[in-house]
């Protein structure tokens, strides 16, 4: 794809914005090209039939050439790092609020009570 993008002259490229899609969005801005990224809820009203990729690229189509849609930022790498810095600590302080109340539950069902929380 990146080949026959480096082929053509300077253009619009419009992608449903995903996990990779802020990646290919630097990549492909590299090349000289705009990049429009369109969240996926505004593309789904333009779908008209099953769900395929010749349907959700006609829909994208659709949806970059409505003069009020609203596209998504590109994020930078770094910008993309502090998401995932956040986004693995909220995943770790869920999992961990999870086994504490599972383990206290486990420990109820043999009559010992466990203090609410972690207590270090």
């Known amino acids: 794809m990146l080949k026959l993008l480096a082929a053509q002259p300077a253009c619009t490229v419009a992608t449903e914005a995903c996990g990779s899609s ?3 969005a630097r990549t492909i801005t590299r090349l000289g090209h705009e990049v429009q990224l369109i969240a ?57 609020t999870q086994t504490i109340n599972a383990i206290r539950g486990h420990l109820a069902e043999f009559g010992m009570v466990a203090p609410q929380g972690p207590s270090m």
Not at 50 to 69: H, L, W, Y
Not at 70 to 75: D, E, L, Q, S, Y
């Open 22 to 24: 802020h990646y290919w």
């Open 40 to 96: 996926p809820n505004y593309v789904k009203p333009f779908v008209k039939r099953q769900k395929n990729g010749a349907a959700d690229a006609e829909a994208i189509c659709e949806a970059v050439q409505r003069p009020t849609m609203r596209f998504v930022a590109v994020k930078s790498a770094e910008q993309q790092a502090a998401a995932v810095v956040f986004r693995a600590r909220d995943l770790l302080v869920r999992q961990r």
